[in-house]
């Protein structure tokens, strides 16, 4: 099972948009909407921020969304704040066998 | 609100078994999978593998050859021994939550990690 494609790096000024984009397979991404997506700040657990790929757990802001299409799922924060610098990881439910795998990780810089 | 917290040694020597535990406190442990992810220095997520409540296990196939978790309900304990471990084996330690035969396919709450460091 490969890991899921992120980019290394995106970056974005505030109050703008960006998007990171994870692409998988048939046999991961694109067979489940379960895909979720974790931010993770230095030093720091990784926190739940988007589930079943549309979805923001309570508490989560609102400027965080995602998608999916095919293979790809991807996630967009709008609104970009100082604190939304931090790692994104996404992961796929892949099934029963092997059941999770994670993307590589994608560094958001604030500009 | 259900709280993890790992513990074990924060240095094994190559070769040697690595020992981790996670404790949860608030909330059952019953009908959830408690899964181990690791995160090497500098790099991303790897799933190691889970415990479910009933005692089934699965493991990652890149470590299933070294990793056993167990369970002990009554303490609400789970744990991870990864053997014949080197210096690739070097990362932050969590553990992880997930209930996906509850429909909950995803992972929270995390423990907040603890580092295992691999050297002579």
């Known amino acids: 099972q490969s890991a899921l494609t992120q980019p290394a790096s995106v970056s974005g000024s505030p109050g703008q948009s960006i998007t990171i984009s994870c692409t998988g397979t048939s046999s991961d991404v694109g067979s489940y909407n379960l895909v979720s997506w974790y931010q993770q700040h230095p030093g720091k657990a990784p926190k739940l921020i988007i589930y079943e790929v549309t979805k923001r757990p309570s508490g989560v802001s609102n400027g965080f969304s995602g998608s999916k299409s095919g293979n790809t799922a991807s996630l967009t924060i709008s609104g970009l704040q100082a604190e939304d610098e931090a790692d994104y990881y996404c992961?796929?439910?892949?099934?029963?066998?092997?059941?999770?795998?994670f993307g590589g990780g994608t560094k958001l810089t604030v500009l | 609100q259900v709280h993890l917290q790992e513990s074990g040694p924060g240095l094994v020597k190559p070769s040697e078994t690595l020992s981790l535990t996670c404790t949860v406190s608030s909330g059952s442990i019953t009908n959830y999978y408690w899964n181990w992810v690791r995160q090497p220095p500098g790099k991303g997520l790897e799933w190691i593998g889970y415990?479910?409540?009933?005692?089934?296990?699965n493991y990652n196939p890149s470590l299933k050859s070294r990793v056993t978790i167990s369970a002990d309900t009554s303490k609400k304990q789970f744990s991870m021994n990864l053997s014949s471990v080197t210096a690739a084996d070097t990362a932050v330690y969590y553990c992880?939550?997930?209930?996906?035969?509850?429909?909950?396919?995803?992972?929270?709450?995390w423990g907040q990690g603890t580092l295992v460091t691999v050297s002579s």
């Open positions: 415990i479910h409540s009933s005692g089934y296990t």
């Open positions: 992961c796929a439910y892949a099934g029963s066998t092997i059941p999770w795998v």
């Open positions: 992880a939550r997930d209930g996906h035969d509850l429909g909950e396919y995803w992972f929270d709450p």
